[in-house]
């Protein structure tokens, strides 16, 4: 089952009404199943997204960069395919080691490097580890389809996929709640009126809900689909 947790972030300082469209991060369980067959092991698979109330297309709606990232495990380690790195994997690995495709990532829009989000460079210092992941992913020519919100997320949100994060021995799988696992924060510049505006994400979890903290406030509710 796919689990969402949808969250309104307050806008950052320097935000203006350009990037109003922007709600915030969702974070959507992916093929855990999937990946615990594939992998051996109980897998929780996190995919995060940045939300928008509309489809992107390159000017309003579209992620340009995430900075600052600092995303810490509370319980277990993150997946690390050993052909696999910080960015989307090779997809045309997946029939050669089905492993790969549930690897640990950051990205702006791909799920592997056969996207658009395979143009995306990466920030000195990223890196992953066994519990965080730091660092930040840019798009190096913007205004483009690259981190246009593309995934209908349901309730008239779409998305950008930031993250994969594919979590072995967390303390909590399956039907149980999947908000415990991670806490951080991270920058997330959205392209408004030809200038990329500054949005700050907190993830701060508690029992039963995860909440997200922006400058101006903070909101969490739940959903399904």
Do not use: C, H
Request: aromatic share 8%; net charge negative; charged share 10%.
């Amino acid at each position: 089952m796919i689990r969402t947790i949808a969250m309104a972030a307050g806008l950052a300082v320097g935000a203006s009404a350009a990037n109003a469209a922007f709600l915030g991060a969702t974070i959507v369980e992916g093929d855990s199943a999937g990946a615990s067959a594939v992998l051996g092991q109980a897998a929780t698979v996190l995919n995060i997204y940045a939300a928008f109330d509309g489809a992107g297309d390159g000017q309003a709606n579209t992620v340009v960069s995430t900075s600052f990232v600092n995303i810490n495990l509370l319980s277990g380690t993150f997946y690390q395919d050993a052909f696999g790195g910080v960015t989307p994997p090779n997809a045309a690995f997946f029939p050669l080691a089905p492993s790969l495709q549930y690897d640990s990532f950051g990205t702006i829009g791909a799920p592997d490097n056969s996207g658009p989000g395979a143009a995306i460079s990466t920030e000195p210092g990223t890196g992953e580890g066994a519990t965080n992941y730091s660092g930040g992913w840019f798009n190096s020519n913007p205004p483009n389809g690259v981190g246009a919100a593309s995934v209908d997320l349901g309730g008239g949100q779409f998305g950008t996929l930031l993250f994969q994060l594919t979590i072995i021995g967390g303390s909590e799988q399956g039907a149980q709640t999947i908000t415990e696992l991670i806490s951080g924060s991270m920058s997330v510049f959205t392209q408004g009126d030809g200038v990329a505006v500054e949005n700050f994400v907190k993830f701060v979890p508690t029992p039963g809900a995860l909440a997200l903290f922006g400058v101006a406030g903070l909101a969490a509710t739940r959903r399904r689909r």
